[in-house]
């Protein structure tokens, strides 16, 4: 079997998966986003929050709580890391540096995951469990409610209520998170990912010499890593390190649980308003810039180009030989189309178009199917802009889902998709234009332009994958990438909870011959587009001086 047939023949694997889950899941999480029954271990919860579960919240009331609990989560990572060296099970390890454990601190809690550290060589068995593997779980279920908020605004109506934020952030972990990655762990410690809290170990090598490796809880990190679109490894490595990812199989089923949760919320989105038609819509959307993503990526990193080519098959620099160009690209293609910025490869190691495909999928806002929560009401954000853009051509007032999309509401979509371009990009112009952030680089010209240019977008766009060759563990990169992931996270969903109250108290549109059919292939070819058309205009400057300069040379 070739390395292209069996590239295409895992992606079929793969989508024949998603879709066998797609309807049970979806439905699942209509369910327990829609229930007003508390489980037992819930009620427990709330009690020790001091939280009432069954108190309707506005848009406001929603905002301050997901602000408050992120503001907690980051000042307790933040300490824990501080303490480090006087905690047991530290392995040895001292405290982090004030600048690292910010950084570190809002990436966990932002869902971003970014990591300018050695995690081997850095955390000990209590901050990597009781620290960043907790933060996994939570961030996850923060921005699944806010998106449950959203879907609410547009179900709803003659009301200001959104639900309740310490009701969905426990259901959230509870019923779907937990459940799911216990079954994860347990297939990933069958596929050979280790488990336990033994120490480090000295380990000898094939050549001579010997190196140190520590244990650790890696199976259980690595299923809510994966299925939270998290991102963040126990080693550095992160999933191209046999401990952490060790088969071709696993290493399909960990693309698996990156992809489930994001894919399946469309359905869970089409029963709460009534019709899963709506869900189909979106999903479409999802599907087909994430399969042609992947179609891109296999043709830029199978295509030869010299007999050093010819002979590997393909572009295997910077790629696990056990994976391969098919797993590896469909891999970087998923982590990059959502907040999840695991990496099986080295995406700076990619041909100049492969790495700009990666760059992309995270200029699209990671909707494809983008982060678990974030990619559907970055989706919904962006369905509204297109049935705007619909509406112009035609000369009518739009709609989307029986709802007026007013001044308020496009405002409130615009400042969304202006957010993180505008981080992404000042950031980066002004790393290049001062002295010190270029001494990091170790490549130049168009190359180096891309490393900053893909820190600054993953940032900004929570993902936490890097461009290797950049070493951004300094004060500046620690501040100004902590900031973009803050505001990155955060200020989207101002305008996205803001979005939802405004929608709840609308009045429903009756539908009439001449309402945009927002259901039908026809509206998802142009929602497709108004995607691809954005991004592009907002990036392919930056673009230019970076990956396409680098592909084209």
Partial sequence: MGPITAGVLQLVALTGALALV?????????????SRRHLRIEKWIYQGIGADPDTEMTWTAYLRGVLAFSAVGVLFL???????????????????????????????????????YYGEQAMGHVVQTAGLAVQNFVSAAVGMAVAVALVRGFARSRTGELGNFWSDLVRGVVRVLLPLAFVAAVVLVACGVIQNFSGIHEVGQFMGGSQQWNGGAVASQE???????????????????PFENPTPFSNLFEIFLILVV?????????????????????????????????????????????????????????????????????????????????????????????GGLTLLGMMLGEIAPGGV????????????????????????????????????????????????????????????????????????GAHGFSEILYAYTSAANNNGSAFAGLNADTQWFNSTLGLAMLFGRFVPMV???ALAGSLARQT??????????????????????????????????????????????
């Fill in 373 to 444: 929560g974030s990619g559907l009401y970055g989706m919904l954000i962006m369905a509204v802009i297109a049935v705007f853009i619909a509406g112009l051509m035609v000369g009518r007032t739009p709609e989307y889902l029986g709802k007026k999309i007013g001044t308020r509401e496009i405002k409130l979509a615009a400042l969304y998709i202006l957010v993180t371009p505008a981080l992404a990009l000042v950031l980066t112009a002004f790393a290049m234009a001062l002295p010190t952030p270029p001494h990091s680089m170790t490549n130049s």
């Fill in 495 to 497: 305008f996205v909870l």
């Fill in 262 to 354: 994001p894919f399946s919320l469309p359905r869970a989105f089409g029963v709460m308003v009534g019709s899963v038609r709506q869900g189909y819509a979106i999903l479409a959307a999802m599907g087909t810039i994430w399969l042609g993503f992947v179609a891109l990526m296999m043709w830029t990193e199978f295509a030869h180009h010299g007999p050093a080519f010819d002979l590997a098959g393909g572009a295997m620099e910077g790629k696990e030989a056990r994976f391969g160009i098919g797993g590896s690209s469909i891999f970087a293609v998923s982590t990059t189309l959502t907040s999840t910025g695991a990496v099986d490869s080295f995406h700076s190691s990619f041909t100049g178009l492969g």
């Fill in 223 to 241: 299923a809510i890593k994966e299925l939270g679109t998290n991102g963040g490894g126990y080693f550095n490595a992160n999933s191209a390190h």
């Fill in 78 to 116: 933040y300490g824990l890391q501080r303490l480090q060296g006087v905690l047991p099970g530290s392995l040895g390890f001292d405290a982090i540096d004030p600048d690292q454990a910010f950084n570190t601190a809002v990436s966990f809690v932002t869902n971003t995951n970014w990591q300018s």
């Fill in 508 to 553: 429903p549109v009756p539908a009439t011959a001449g309402t945009l059919r927002t259901e039908k292939p026809l509206f998802t070819g142009l929602l497709v587009g108004a995607i691809l058309i954005i991004t592009g205009l907002t990036y392919f400057p930056a673009l230019a001086l970076g990956p396409l300069a680098e592909g084209l040379a």
């Fill in 22 to 34: 797609h309807i049970p899941l979806g439905n699942h999480m209509a369910r327990v986003y829609s």
